[in-house]
């Protein structure tokens, strides 16, 4: 097992890491709306969503990987009635390309932020 650590997506902020490989694939901690330096994007949902992908971005490919390479997603958001929005912003960052996702509706994320999204994704 290998953790994964850069500078260039923000820091866990609790006692965990920001992803993990093992046996050729990644894990991502869910990964919300903060710029590496800590500070949280406010905003819509897309604006929020695009800072989630750059945090994504950063850690896959400090993992070796790419957006290209995952294989399921786990979308948390706040509110489902961001749903249809949310949907356009992610699937720009998925063209081509569609994983296995899931995504729900819960009471609270950290921060108060409107999205947060962990990705699976093979290691090559």
């Known amino acids: 097992m290998k953790a994964v650590s850069t500078t260039n997506a923000p820091a ?17 901690s ?8 800590g500070e949280v994007v406010e905003g819509s949902i897309t604006e929020q969503t695009a800072q989630v992908f750059a ?3 950063a ?12 294989v399921k997603t786990l ?7 961001d749903f249809a929005q949310f949907n356009e912003a992610y699937d720009k960052h998925f063209a081509g390309h569609k ?9 609270r994320l950290p921060k108060d ?12």
């Open 12 to 28: 866990a902020i609790g006692p965990y890491v920001q992803g993990v490989i093992v046996n050729g694939m990644f894990y991502s």
């Open 30 to 37: 869910g990964q919300i709306p903060l710029t590496p330096s």
């Open 55 to 57: 945090n994504l971005e």
């Open 59 to 70: 850690v896959l490919t400090e993992a070796g990987s790419s957006l290209s390479q995952v």
């Open 75 to 81: 979308v948390f958001l706040k509110d489902m009635n």
């Open 99 to 107: 994983p296995a996702r899931s995504a729900v509706e819960v009471a």
């Open 113 to 124: 932020v409107k999205v947060e999204i962990e990705v699976i994704a093979v290691v090559e």
